[in-house]
């Protein structure tokens, strides 16, 4: 390397030269642009680019950080209205769809800049391409066929973007210390999620800490003085409480020494106040297929976690009970929502079951009518039933297998499920072979919360809701890192 006639812009697991000539363009198109930003936009604007711009190329040298950064800002805790935009000929960018859309651009990229890179292939690629080719698909008969705005169909297709992440990490998350960051980083965002969760049910809903919905906590009509928050980071937590579960019981540590049991607790409330029962269900659902995976010695770590948890849930609800008032109201509002699953007649007659019982008649009607290609997205399936307040909901749906086939038809449906199902597969079959003990833990974990999501989709649209999407995708990515870390090892000692 002739260092007189290469500047080398950032070295990590790769390098980036770039000839001189194109260093002084670059610096001089960098200098008119920067002078032209202070004559026509205020100096604290300027900053605030110039430091979104040094975080990019961060984030570009480091693709873990930048997977985190888009995690903790859509699957979080952060209101979206509040993301400054970027404007672009045909409407505007998020600036997590440009840290995107760099990180894509980056695999491309090094492919030609570096010789020892190559695309990592995983068996989930074309489904995954597949799907959203569909989407593409749906996306123009939306705005070309049904004369739908742009803008509001490119925002659900920007949603599906995200599905991309897994690329991303496939790509470019090649080190086990960069999967080992990504997994432990997810651990910390639902955890910081749970802290803000349990600090918005102490203050109650007068004040508002994050996005979503933050309402009283109500079963079956009956509505008590505790709140029920549903933030961006509930698909989080939720994943996060499963594979937490796994790694306490694969990494042997006592109580007082494993940081695992502390975040355990703390997402461990967060799902309790999303008051969502296809969460609860789901987890219940995926923990006892863990029972039946694991060893007899595992199994006694099971149950004698178990123990432990409900002795703890024991003291803190007689506690509860004891001082009344909101802490009261929370325990009855939470036994009474757990309990109401099996009301058995009363639950199925509920107004919730009958409002999604009329969505999907609508959906499946306008399925019937269009299997192929769907309706395309962000149209509309039904009309306005609920008045004024249904701008929103004539497009949305709650059972997230029927939103894909209306939306996108079978071409969409089928590769979906082509690559859902096969990352269940691949992680089911691949858990045990993983040596390394945390990837392991995270791998039947992640795997685990997936199986769990087949159930609570039916009544909750995971597989389309951006913040869960985002999840999604970098579990389901991280699963195959992992898988492909443990593969080249062992390689490596043959």
């Known amino acids: 390397m002739e260092k007189q006639r290469k500047f080398v812009i950032w070295k990590s697991s ?3 030269e770039i000839p001189k000539v194109y260093q002084y363009l670059f610096c001089a198109f960098l200098g008119i642009l920067i002078g032209k930003f202070f004559v026509l936009k205020s100096p604290l604007f300027v900053l605030l680019t110039i430091g979104g711009l040094f975080f990019l190329i961060f984030s570009l040298a480091k693709p873990e950080i930048g997977i985190l950064a888009m995690v903790f800002t859509i699957s979080s805790i952060i209101f979206e209205p509040a993301l400054p935009l970027v404007p672009i000929p045909v409407g505007s960018l998020h600036l997590t769809d440009v840290l995107l859309i760099s990180l894509l651009a980056m695999i491309p990229f090094k492919l030609f800049t570096d010789k020892n890179f190559r695309i990592s292939r995983t068996p989930l690629d074309w ?15 939306a705005i070309i066929y049904y004369k ?7 925002r659900q297709f920007r949603h599906v973007t995200y599905y991309l992440i897994f690329f991303v990490v496939t790509n470019l998350i090649r080190e086990i210390k960069h999967i080992k960051f990504l997994i432990k980083g997810l651990f910390s965002i639902a955890t910081f999620v749970g802290i803000a969760m349990i600090i918005q049910a102490i203050v109650g809903e007068s004040i508002r800490l994050m996005p979503g919905r933050i309402e ?4 079956l009509g009956q509505v008590y003085e505790a709140t ?3 933030p961006p980071g509930q698909t989080l937590i939720y994943v996060v409480f499963i594979t937490t579960v796994c790694t306490i019981i694969f990494i042997d540590k006592p109580i007082s020494k494993s940081s695992y049991f502390y975040i355990l607790l703390i997402v461990g409330i967060g799902i309790l106040l999303t008051y969502n029962r296809n969460y609860w269900v789901s987890i219940i659902f995926s923990l006892s297929i863990f029972m039946i995976l694991i060893s007899k010695k595992g199994k006694k770590r099971v ?14 609800s007689f506690t509860f009970f004891s001082i009344g008032g909101r802490s009261k109201e929370y325990l009855i509002s939470v036994s009474e929502r757990l309990s109401s699953l099996f009301e058995g007649e009363k639950m199925f007659r509920s107004e919730t079951l009958n409002y999604r019982r009329l969505e999907n008649e609508y959906a499946l009607r306008q399925i019937v009518k269009h299997p192929l290609f769907g309706i395309g997205l962000a149209n509309a399936y039904r009309p306005y039933v609920l008045g004024s307040g249904d ?6 749906i709650h059972n997230g297998y029927l939103w894909i086939l209306l939306k996108m038809g079978l071409i969409g449906f089928l590769p979906f499920l082509w690559f859902y199902i096969y990352f269940l597969y691949r992680g089911f079959s691949n858990w045990k072979k993983i040596e390394d003990v945390f990837l392991k833990s995270a791998v039947i974990g992640f795997t685990l919360s997936g199986a769990g999501i087949l159930l609570a ?17 970098s579990m389901i990515g991280l699963t195959e890192a992992s898988i492909r870390f443990n593969r080249c090892e062992l390689k490596k000692r043959d």
């Open 14 to 16: 790769f390098l980036v």
């Open 127 to 141: 489904p995954l391409l597949l799907f959203y080719a569909a989407a593409v698909i749906s996306s123009c008969i």
């Open 148 to 154: 739908l705005d742009f803008n509001i169909v490119m």
């Open 216 to 219: 009283k906590a109500g079963t």
């Open 228 to 230: 029920r928050i549903l």
């Open 303 to 316: 149950l004698a976690w178990f123990m432990i948890t409900t002795i703890l849930m024991s003291v803190f």
């Open 391 to 396: 701008w929103f909901y004539h497009q949305y």
């Open 457 to 473: 989709v039916i009544v909750n649209p995971m597989f389309m809701q951006w913040f869960s999407i985002v999840v999604i995708a």
